[in-house]
């Protein structure tokens, strides 16, 4: 004779990685890669700053670049609209930009190694 309760509800197998966290971690990881590259941009620009128009160019590309990765990786840690707006601000504020995007990239690389994911130097790739 089974010792079972007959009156109870059988148990379902729980998957610890919801959908909604691996849609979070891809957001993560794929706004770790803008920041990353924005970063590496902002690098060449520097560099490039003797041609004026190239050093614009990269310029606004690496802070259209900056802006999207940050907005993303926003969205996958779950922060406010106004911590948001703030970082976006903080984008246009020479020094500020790169400090920024550190700490963000680095809080990915946390977040990203934790769940399992490779973390390389030029962002993430799947575990």
Do not use: W
Request: glycine share 10%; with cysteine.
């Amino acid at each position: 004779m089974s010792n079972e309760n007959p009156y109870q509800a059988p148990r379902a197998e729980v998957d610890d990685h919801s959908p909604s966290d691996s849609a979070d971690l891809q957001q993560i990881a794929s706004g770790q890669k803008l920041v990353i590259y924005s970063i590496i941009l902002n690098f060449v620009t520097m560099a490039a700053r003797n041609s004026t128009g190239l050093a614009l160019v990269l310029s606004l590309a690496a802070l259209v670049m900056a802006i999207i990765g940050i907005l993303r990786l926003c969205g996958g840690f779950g922060h406010s609209t106004g911590t948001k707006v703030l970082l976006v601000i903080g984008c246009f504020v020479p020094l500020v930009n790169l400090v920024i995007l550190v700490v963000l990239s680095m809080k990915a690389t946390g977040r990203l190694r934790e769940a399992g994911y490779k973390v390389g130097l030029l962002g993430a790739s799947r575990p």
